[in-house]
């Protein structure tokens, strides 16, 4: 069957021809006869009420008027989507689908999940709002529960609403406890697109024309593109170069994802963490692990990405996952060095809102409950081994990359080359949407399916029933 899938798919690169959008859903019935079987989805036991709401044509038009023209929306007929329950969504007609990208990286318990659900409602039920300014049990039970899934002495907990905000109060943090204003961060990272967070993001695609100083961008240690290939130490000594050569010596903090998730999955090279923070520790600064799309079981082999290289961080940063698609985000610290916002008044009107925070417990409480990081691991590892096998097969597929259920597949038209395959990507992500599987896309040249469900995606989802058999179907188009 996979040798179907790619076959079909991966012929395109030969013939240098594409079939035209027109050849959609409906049209791929006629497959029957060539014994092909439509894909469906695994049994699922809910339905949504029918839907009443506007068209998806009446909110695009409303979004025009009324919404910001720099906002974007996958695929030529965009998704109106107005259900969801754990892995699945459903669109205006009630048409279910498998939801691979987790709305990027963010659900992680699954849609709705009941007691996520449960827990919100019954907080917003008794308290919706009141500040820091008082007394509440919900943001000192969920920051105790955050801590205890930290390693060292990582146990002081600053609540944002968001990763951009998390991350642009962990720079701040940095260049106050050690005095100095330079920051490090890797090429093709993302961390943000507040000021000083796009200064640390390292894609031209996601930066503005405004003063990002102070910040200094490290080779990337990327494995498959880099120049050192898998080699992190060698990458790691132009982190000592630039502190040698662009700055007094001395820097405030580096920053980084264990797995660059926009930067298209890419994991970074064994060994690298270790020694790059080996030389911020030697010149005085702090080390930010960024974890807003690797953290919270996502990986599978840990419970945040950095662990995977065997460091602990001075600060961490999270969001996304955190509170299942509920607007949370949180730095996490040592107190010695959270003190430092004791020189001044700090405060976060919504940080630690009651709802969002109790929102936040029952994601840990899920995790914990139904396995989610072991279910990311054994599902994350069987499906990159699947999508390995067809690499091992076909040309057009460059590498298969990631841990758990944070996967990319980055697609090109020349493995020596490594060009990237832009209008392909672009053509499957469509007419993947047809056959009832979502994914994301993203890395500099936007060739990069990024696969980030639910944790609650199981083998079936992730196997021959539908992720792979609608593949199947699809790339017998090509033909």
Request: glycine letters at 10%; aromatic letters at 10%.
């Amino acid at each position: 069957m996979q040798g179907f899938i790619a076959k079909r798919l991966f012929s395109a690169r030969n013939s240098n021809s594409l079939p035209t959008p027109a050849r959609c859903f409906s049209q791929l019935a006629q497959k029957k006869k060539n014994d092909l079987l439509i894909p469906r989805l695994p049994p699922f036991d809910y339905s949504p009420p029918p839907y009443t709401g506007p068209s998806a044509d009446d909110i695009m038009a409303k979004r025009k008027q009324f919404l910001s023209p720099s906002f974007f929306h996958f695929y030529e007929n965009p998704l109106n989507v107005v259900d969801g329950r754990m892995q699945y969504l459903f669109d205006e007609n009630g048409r279910r689908y498998l939801d691979a990208f987790g709305g990027i990286a963010t659900v992680s318990c699954g849609h709705c999940h009941p007691d996520v659900v449960e827990s919100i409602v019954n907080q917003i039920k008794r308290l919706q709002h009141t500040s820091i300014l008082y007394l509440n049990h919900v943001i000192a039970d969920f920051a105790e529960a955050l801590a205890s899934k930290m390693p060292g002495n990582l146990k002081v907990v600053f609540f944002t609403n968001s990763g951009t905000e998390a991350n642009e109060l962990a720079m701040m943090i940095a260049r106050l406890y050690t005095g100095y204003n330079d920051i490090i961060s890797l090429r093709n990272g993302y961390h943000g697109n507040a000021a000083g967070t796009m200064g640390a993001t390292a894609q031209s695609i996601w930066k503005f024309n405004i003063t990002q100083s102070g910040v200094h961008h490290a080779l990337n240690p990327d494995p498959y593109r880099g120049v050192f290939g898998s080699d992190g130490e060698k990458y790691a000594k132009d982190v000592q170069d630039i502190i040698d050569f662009g700055t007094t010596g001395h820097v405030a903090g580096f920053i980084s994802e264990a797995i660059q998730g926009v930067g298209g999955i890419v994991e970074l090279a064994p060994g690298y963490l270790p020694a790059a923070y080996k030389s911020i520790k030697k010149a005085g600064g702090l080390c930010i692990a960024d974890e807003v799309q690797a953290g919270f079981a996502r990986t599978g082999s840990h419970f945040w990405g950095f662990e995977a290289q065997d460091v602990v961080p001075d600060i961490v940063t999270m969001a996304k996952g955190i509170g299942n698609g509920i607007p949370l985000g949180a730095v996490v610290t040592t107190p010695e060095i959270a003190e430092v916002l004791t020189c001044r008044s700090y405060f976060n009107t919504f940080g630690g809102n009651p709802v969002c925070t109790a929102a936040g417990l029952a994601v840990l409480k899920v995790i914990e409950k139904e396995n989610l990081q072991e279910n990311s691991l054994v599902v994350g590892s069987y499906l990159k081994d699947r999508l390995i096998e067809l690499k091992d097969k076909y040309e057009i597929i460059g590498d298969v990359r990631g841990r758990g259920l944070l996967l990319g597949v980055e697609l090109v038209t020349d493995r020596r080359q490594k060009t990237p395959a832009k209008s392909e990507t672009l053509h499957v992500m469509e007419q993947m949407k047809e056959m009832g599987v979502l994914i994301g896309k993203g890395g500099f040249y936007g060739n990069v399916f990024r696969i980030t469900p639910p944790l609650c995606f199981t083998k079936e989802d992730a196997g021959t029933s539908h992720f792979f058999s609608s593949t199947d179907y699809l790339t017998n188009m090509y033909i």
